[in-house]
């Protein structure tokens, strides 16, 4: 049992950076150049909101929320609920 509960943290990392490369593999190039640009600064790509319009990406850093629009515009005040 003991050995299992060892391996969950290792499992878990495994799972969010795949998750990561996942949201990553939907971005725009823009999206892309902007995300780097941004995580400089300590924001990470938090998730993607899909629109008819194109996708959304939300970064986070503490508190703080912008959001990217398919073309790359960075959005530091966004006008979005987080759940």
Known sequence: ???????DPLIERRSIQAD?????????LA???SASSLS???YELAF?????AGNLAI????DSITA????????????????
Do not use: C, N
Request: aromatic residues 10%; without cysteine; charged residues 25%.
């Open 31 to 33: 999206q892309k150049f």
């Open 59 to 62: 970064m986070m850093q503490d």
């Open 1 to 7: 049992m003991e050995s299992k509960q060892s391996r």
């Open 68 to 83: 990217i629009s398919a073309d790359g515009v960075i959005d530091s005040s966004p006008d979005i609920t987080i759940r």
């Open 20 to 28: 990561y490369q996942a949201l990553w593999s939907e971005l725009t």
């Open 48 to 52: 993607i909101r899909h629109y008819a």
């Open 40 to 42: 400089k600064y300590g």
